[in-house]
């Protein structure tokens, strides 16, 4: 991207507790999983979000504070609870119990912060769920006019197809997996096709499409095509926040102008390094500095 390398990325979305079997409960929802990995990076992300007047939201504010993160987009809603998730591992993969009315659903536009030499805007699809975070988004998508990175997470029933090709509609870079690819864009043509069919419908610049332990591939508007499988000797531990860490990578990329093939061969290599711990994010900087001073971002 044609930006100098101090301009902000913004982060806007759900911030949660995703609670395990085993009774662990870890940080997650993917903006704020994205905007974690962000820091660590160092590319100072503003993470525009909303937490409950609770202690879930109080431990929140107190992570992001010790690993140096921005609180000045972190509403606190005095009605509404911090968000949680119940998480079910099977065969290997996550799935999803999400909670309706959560602190996050209320993200009020009054509060916004004024964004000041941001790069682009992130965001999921799961915030599209309820009306107010909605619309706070649909203002700031008009008001900032910033590139967007749009992260397709379909978390039944929270999603309707309107909504969400609404919402591709205009973005630059859209990221989802393949299942995902298959649910949108229905019909018997192969991923590849459909892949270029959702493109030209959308008129973005990337389609990123993430396959599990069969890697990625990213499809470009000027029609390159880049695919990279991961190493055949990844542990897995769980797969939660893998495409959070997969799409962190790409759109530091992005900011950091490097060549798309180079891109998607850091993603890979960070998001296989993520799913061999149990959650999606740590607070162990040391397990981060390998990929820093790798990358040369320090």
């Excluded at 396959?211 to 990213?218: E, T």
């Amino acid at each position: 991207m044609d930006r100098a390398y101090d301009a902000r990325p913004v982060i806007y979305g759900e911030a949660l507790f995703d609670c395990f079997p085993d009774g662990k409960t870890v940080l997650g929802g993917a903006p704020f999983n994205f905007a974690w990995n962000l820091q660590a990076f160092g590319l100072r992300p503003l993470f525009i979000s909303r937490v409950g007047d609770d202690a879930l939201g109080q431990q929140i504010r107190g992570a992001m504070q010790d690993w140096g993160m921005d609180l000045i987009g972190l509403q606190t809603d005095p009605e509404h609870p911090t968000g949680t998730v119940r998480i079910r591992i099977e065969g290997g993969e996550p799935s999803f119990d999400i909670l309706p009315d959560q602190a996050y659903d209320y993200i009020d536009s009054r509060l916004l912060p004024k964004l000041e030499a941001a790069s682009l805007l992130y965001h999921g699809s799961l915030i599209l769920r309820a009306p107010t975070s909605a619309q706070t988004l649909q203002t700031l998508r008009a008001d900032s006019g910033l590139p967007v990175f749009l992260d397709v997470n379909l978390r039944a029933p929270w999603w309707d197809q309107e909504t969400v090709h609404s919402s591709m509609r205009g973005a630059r870079w859209i990221k989802l997996n393949e299942d995902e690819l298959h649910t949108l864009v229905p019909g018997n043509h192969s991923p590849h096709h459909k892949a270029r069919e959702l493109q030209c419908k959308t008129q973005t610049e990337w389609i990123i499409v993430t396959r599990g332990r069969r890697g990625a591939i990213v499809y470009a508007a000027n029609g390159q095509v880049e695919e990279i499988k991961p190493a055949e000797n990844v542990k897995v531990v769980d797969s939660v926040g893998a495409g959070d860490a997969f799409a962190s990578v790409m759109i530091t990329g992005l900011l950091r102008d490097w060549p798309l093939a180079l891109s998607l061969e850091r993603a890979q290599a960070f998001a296989s390094a993520i799913v061999g711990q149990r959650g999606a994010t740590t607070r162990d900087p040391d397990f981060y500095r390998f990929f820093v001073e790798e990358w040369d971002l320090a």
